[in-house]
């Protein structure tokens, strides 16, 4: 079947099952009160997983669809540090003293826009108040084109090992539009100075779908980036445009962007790019080289997924830390006050209290599909009966999924192999919507708005 007759189908709009139940399903029925009976209730001696927030960035990108603003003010950028501080005490009061830590994550925005004191003092509390382990993993989202000259070495004698980059397009068409204008070699350098401090691991983030883009661009950009920056890992966005909820991507020239059949055959491109290059596929969205932990943990089925994307690290428990970051729990997830002023307002009132304001409770059936939906979107295979009799549910309980795997599978997306349900390559691309079909809060598209599946 042509790819624009699986499109007609496929097309819809669709969560990024980084979750389960998606972020959609927040609500202020979960808060503060969840999050601290959570944190206590952590068993002493399981390990967590931290995440840091840091909502400012130098330049906005107009494509942006992530919680971040511009603050040029220096003071302001060191209170918002001292918050997280003030922040890490309140969680580590809950937890206990010396929880063990494998993975501190620093997203945003952009995290070097702290000073570096500041981001000296954070990461100092961070290894006073928890046993973070001594092969931890460290890493931090950065923008090549605003890395001021004294932070590689600072992120390498905090102990960062890794750096994820954003580059997104290399033409200066695209990146015009998208207001993101960085040169390769501004990419070069930062990629050489990020290594020369000593951390071992770079990924560069790519997206298709932005406008004037075009397949033989995004393959250009895929090829060059892979053989000149040859970073560990890629992650390849599609991207999603959310108007509505980020009015900045309102100023991007609507009528440029490509279509759906074109973001298709992009996608295709890169992907092809980067497999000659030598790197495996791992997930939705990811590339690896074939002896990176992600390869090896996506071939031996021990791949995760969380906020940031796809992971290896097994903590049950993620706590999240500053604006808008969301923590997850086995009962359920909850998430801090998302503007940083209202942020600031909750952290200096209520100082006994934790800054969660939304959130969701598992239920059984949630960790069910939850289940399900992670092992498809980590393994592209799931035996749904199987995990359904770990969790005690009756053979039927996806009866319901039948009619759209069989559809599926006439489509070539998947292939029904007894028991286990397997997407096919040409269904990868469309994995969010074959896990939707075990999505009991899924509502179709127009009724709540997601980006487009593609
Ligand atoms: C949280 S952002 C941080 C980027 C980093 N501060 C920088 O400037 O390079 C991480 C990545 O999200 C992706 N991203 C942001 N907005 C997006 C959108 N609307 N659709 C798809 N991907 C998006 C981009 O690839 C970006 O590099």
Known sequence: MPPSDVLVRYGGNMPRYTSYPTAAQFDASVGAAEADAWLRAVPAGTPVSLYLHVPFCDMLCLFCGCNSS?????????????????????????????????????????????????MRAVMETVHRLFAVEADAEIAIELDPRFLPDDYPPLLGALGFNRASLGVQDLDPAVQAASGRVQSLEQTEDCVRRVRAAGLRSVNVDLIYGLPYQTVDGAGDTALTVAEVLRPERLAVFGYAHVPWKQKRQALLPEAALPPPVERLAQRARIDEALRLSGYGAVGLDHYARPDDALCLAAAAGTLRRNFQGYTVDPAPVLVGVGASAISNFPQGMTQNVPANAFYARAMETMPDSLPAVRGVCRTGDDRLRGEVIERLMCDLQV?????????????????????????????????????????????????????????????????????GAL
Not at 73 to 82: G, S
Not at 99 to 118: F, I, K
Not at 398 to 406: E, K, Q, T, V, Y
């Open 70 to 118: 511009v603050v040029r003010d220096a003071d302001l950028r060191a209170a918002y540090a001292r918050l997280l501080i003030d922040e890490l005490h309140r969680v580590a009061a809950r937890l206990g003293a010396g929880r063990p830590v494998r993975h501190v994550q620093w997203g945003g925005g952009t995290p070097t826009t702290l000073p570096p004191e500041s």
């Open 383 to 451: 035996d749904p009966a199987a995990i359904g009799a770990r969790h005690g549910a009756s053979t039927t309980w996806f009866d319901g999924a039948w009619p759209a795997l069989r559809q599926a599978e006439k489509d070539g997306l998947v292939v029904l192999d007894g028991p286990v349900v397997r997407v096919t390559e040409k269904g990868r691309p469309f994995l969010r919507n074959i896990a939707s079909v075990f999505d009991a809060h899924h509502v179709p598209a127009g009724v709540k708005r997601h980006a």
